[in-house]
């Protein structure tokens, strides 16, 4: 079945040091997103790539940055994680061929910092 | 700038009974609405939209919703609760270009 999958599900970091989470589809889908989520609050766009162009949101912290080397894979970098930057992290798909299509979302990876 | 408003943090219903989550939006021109379900760690799952034509969309698991343009609402409904539809659930918008604006989410509890 055509999917988002992300790895790994669960990841535990120490302060600072940096981690990469990351979210692969099958979907062939050429916008990719990355959503940060703290407990049940509504996900919060950190970013999202339309095919190669980086779209960054204003408030996303330089601590965050990505990458998307095809078509199929988007890594999240988190240089220098802090506290504050425990949460889930989601990645989500969607195709731009009509403004109505939905977002494809995969399980999350919930991060821990000790 | 496109908002979504869900007005009730929290909906408990008795199962069998139905259940309306609500959704308020502001968009400039015609919207593109979306509701999704979450369960406890895992990722957001898509339920239904509205794009365009009949104002009642039918989607996953019995979900139905009614786009209101003059009340600008997209409220979620199910005729019959079930337990396992204890979930958060979010409405969204689409902009005209990739971006989603999520609403702050509604925990809804059916109560055995």
């Known amino acids: 079945d055509a999917m988002v999958i992300q790895n790994p599900r669960y990841q535990v970091t120490q302060f600072g040091k940096p981690v990469t989470l990351s979210c692969s589809q099958t979907?062939?889908?050429?916008?990719m997103y990355w959503y940060q989520q703290k407990s049940s609050q509504a996900p919060k766009l950190l970013f999202h790539?339309?095919?190669?162009?980086?779209?960054n949101e204003a408030d996303t912290p330089d601590n965050f940055q990505s990458r998307r080397p095809n078509t199929s894979f988007c890594f999240l970098d988190i240089r220098s994680p802090g506290l504050g930057d425990a949460a889930m992290y989601l990645c989500?798909?969607?195709?731009?061929?009509?403004?109505?299509?939905?977002?494809?979302f995969g399980p999350g990876t919930r991060l821990t910092v000790l | 700038a496109q908002s979504v408003a869900q007005p009730e943090d929290q909906v408990k219903v008795a199962e069998g009974n139905p259940l309306t989550v609500k959704c308020t939006y502001s968009?400039?021109?015609?919207?593109?609405l979306f509701w999704y379900v979450q369960y406890p760690n895992r990722g957001l799952q898509f339920l239904l939209k509205?794009?365009?034509?009949?104002?009642l969309v039918k989607g996953s698991y019995g979900f139905e919703a009614e786009f209101n343009k003059s009340q600008t609402s997209f409220h979620l409904k199910k005729p019959s609760a079930l337990v396992s539809d204890s979930a958060l659930y979010f409405c969204?918008?689409?902009?005209?270009?990739?971006?989603?604006?999520f609403g702050p989410g509604t925990r809804l509890s059916v109560l055995p």
């Open positions: 979907l062939n889908h050429n916008v």
């Open positions: 509205y794009i365009t034509g009949d104002n």
């Open positions: 989500a798909t969607s195709s731009i061929s009509g403004s109505g299509n939905e977002q494809f």
């Open positions: 968009v400039s021109g015609n919207p593109y």
């Open positions: 790539y339309y095919d190669k162009d980086f779209n």
């Open positions: 969204a918008v689409r902009d005209y270009g990739q971006n989603f604006v």
